[in-house]
């Protein structure tokens, strides 16, 4: 009816061509590395000054002086490099990461995304979220289409404070993939027993089919 | 003959006023220069302003600093972790000010600080919230923020290897914010695991020049900020 | 599989575009990427801005690409040489524009350029002739000049070292503009003396980071300037 | 009668203390590395990349990679460090270089120093002079102290096209050694044989003795 998290991951990781760097947000887009192609070599770019990141370690070999953006152990690839977070932040400001995949409260059809604070009573915490959203030089999102409470996340206009203005070339959701395309998401894969009306009712703008 | 290397911490940080601006490396726990801080609290200086990348864990290092209200604000990118709730607890209680800056713009800010830098445009943050109140201008048809160089009175770091001049190299993500930290202040400590000769280190392989750095205290087993806040969770 | 290596300079050069700019790495004649000029001079592209520390020595590399006509305005600190007269010459004559920036604020502007600053104040040149028609700013009672960042359409520079993904290593001296050259430029094609396999270079010593690097191509033995000016001066 | 070129290097290094970071620039200032007192360790700056820079090697051990910033061939102590262009500037721009020692054509009392063009039709060539004049913490200035036409070098104003403005802490010159005050320039020593009334009248402002 829908696609799992293994799958949306699968779909996105499919996307990633040779040869291309890559910065993966906290949460579900670290998903993806599981799933790029064997035959392509992609390397993976954590803010916190790494280039070249591996999968997780065995608990025997956890350093937690090799960590990723989320704080968790991973492990460096043959070719991978360390360096200072000005010099991190340059690689994804300056545009040179080609990719970066974060997760979403919301998204807009104009582009827009809200990912870093909902807005509450509670601590903010902004992180690289608007580094990467204004210097990656193409930004997705995997996120579930709707809220846990079942509201739309792909919306006309966010509502919670942007991450960043324009910037999202492509949505990975449970439903369909889709491509913000300023006054609407473009569908350009559908889930398998997902309908077309379903979809449209729960976006919170038009979905455009061609 | 230059020697910046010494094994007491707490004179160290002596010169550390009220008031002060005062960095602290660290990613998550890596580059937590932890006894230093744990020092600085020992030497007692209060109403500080502290610029890190978060907002300590558990009750140990900038965790602990915070809970003995010795800073006034925290200028930092992430105050949020699976084991921070000191922070937490004194910014709901209105007794901690907050200056939340993007990863990129903090890191940029400090190097700025370091090379002379006064203040640069970032696209960083351009139409947010968190660009509220600052000059934006248009460069190449994009809005830019204009951001202002931080400049921190002391820095406490940590660094793998030193020599006597203070050259330092680092271990692996522990480096993040170690080097552009060291540029920034006016008198930077760094704590490291050993020291060297002179020499020892290969010159092409230093990350940190001596120049950089002030004073170096040894601390050969730094603690485990992982197996201190789980210890206290068990 | 990623393998930016190559042993063909003159396709590693091919895509350069007349009246790009080109940015070219050295200090003196330490890390000019003298084969690969010499490549860019075959391959025939005109009307370049090029920018380099310096304007060339005797009639060879970069003083070559200025002597066939190539280059339309030179973006440099020091265009005077003992060993200098191409640059000079066409200069007195009128038929080649020079931009002259102080060293620091070229390297910064370079660097701006590939860390994604549009512009940055700095206090460099305020209240020189070099300042004329800029901004300034006052910031802590000090005038400030608005800078702006470089970008290059190539950057050709020189290394010791690389793997296939285009990790890079210098030596010594010879480092002094690569690395801030290879982030600012949209293609970045580096010769180097040798290459390793992937790994071989210990992660804790690159000094360019692959994600900076296009193109690499392997010259084992690169000629020595100052040998070849020595020769033709005897 | 005055103080030969070794005398004057001899007289600026002795006023460098312990554990400086030093950049000498080029022509007269370099000749002040031969006379850092033995018992002190200084640590000299090069532009180009290099801190712990060492004296000339012999013919045999000059390497073309490992020069100054006249180009000439130098030796790295235990200890340098080689970095590349914008961090060697971090270090100049931001303070860090506790004292830089320049030539000059011309220097003020006020402490403008002129020492990057003489304005004539020449190719003009600024190198790092205009950054070191901003930067160092203390910009001292070794020179004749006149022309070779017999000029006053040391002047109310600077005539040339300034490197920059009050920014030259003292002055060593074959006469005396100066400090600009502003308005004149106040003698801290004057060279064995030489008669302030000659001093006064080969300086192009007014020199205070007290």
């Known amino acids: ?36 192609p064997t035959d392509r070599e992609v390397v993976l770019h954590s803010e916190n000054g790494i280039l070249g990141m591996g999968p997780q370690p065995s608990a025997a070999d956890e350093d937690m002086e090799l960590i990723n953006a989320g704080k968790k152990p991973v492990t460096l690839l043959p070719g991978g490099a360390f360096f200072h977070h000005a010099d991190s932040f340059s690689m994804i400001r300056g545009g040179h990461v080609d990719i970066c995949i974060l997760g979403a409260f919301e998204v807009a059809c104009n582009g827009d995304l809200a990912n870093w604070t909902t807005g509450g009573d509670g ?32 919306l006309k206009t966010v509502r919670l404070p942007a991450t960043g203005r324009n910037i999202v070339k492509r949505v990975y959701t449970d439903l369909a993939v889709l491509e913000p395309t300023g006054s609407a998401f473009r569908l350009l894969r559908l889930a398998p027993g997902v309908s077309l009306d379903h979809l449209a009712s729960f976006t919170g703008a038009d979905v455009l089919t061609a | 003959m230059i020697n910046k290397l010494t094994e007491d911490a707490l004179s160290a ?67 949020r972790s699976a084991h921070g709730h000191v922070f937490d607890d004194l ?45 934006v201008r248009e460069f190449d048809g994009r809005d830019h923020v204009l951001e202002h160089a931080i400049r921190g009175d ?21 480096r993040n914010f170690g080097p552009v930290m060291a540029m920034a202040a006016k008198t930077t400590i760094a704590q490291v695991r050993r020291s060297v000769d002179l020499g020892a280190i290969n010159p092409e392989q230093i990350v940190t020049p001596s120049i950089f750095v002030n004073r170096v205290v040894l601390v050969p087993t730094p603690v485990s900020e992982r197996d201190h806040v789980l210890d206290k969770a068990a």
């Open chain 1, 123 to 154: 601590v903010p915490a902004v992180g690289g979220a608007m580094d990467l959203a204004a210097g990656a030089k193409s930004v997705r999102v995997i996120t579930l289409h709707t809220t846990r409470a079942g509201n739309p996340k792909l």
């Open chain 2, 13 to 79: 940080v002596s010169a550390v006023q009220d008031g002060d601006t005062v960095l602290i490396g660290g990613f998550g726990e890596a580059g937590n220069p932890t006894e230093l801080v744990h020092a600085l609290i020992e030497q007692g200086a209060r109403d500080l302003v502290v610029v890190n990348n978060n907002a300590g864990n558990g009750e140990i290092g900038l965790a602990r600093l915070i809970l003995k209200g010795r800073v006034r604000k925290l200028i930092c990118s992430f105050p």
């Open chain 1, 1 to 36: 009816m829908s696609w799992t998290a293994d799958e949306i991951a699968a779909i996105a990781a499919s996307d990633i061509p040779e040869g291309a760097f890559v910065n993966l947000g906290i949460g579900q887009p670290e998903r993806v590395a599981n799933f790029i």
């Open chain 2, 154 to 174: 002391v820095a406490l770091i940590k660094a793998e290897v030193a020599d006597r001049w203070g050259n330092l190299i680092y271990r692996k993500a522990a």
């Open chain 2, 91 to 135: 910014y709901r209680a209105g007794r901690i000010q907050l200056e939340l800056v993007p990863q990129g713009t903090l890191a940029e800010r400090l190097r700025a600080g370091g090379a002379g830098i006064p203040a640069f445009f970032t696209p960083t943050a351009a139409g947010t919230d968190l660009a509220n109140g600052k000059e």
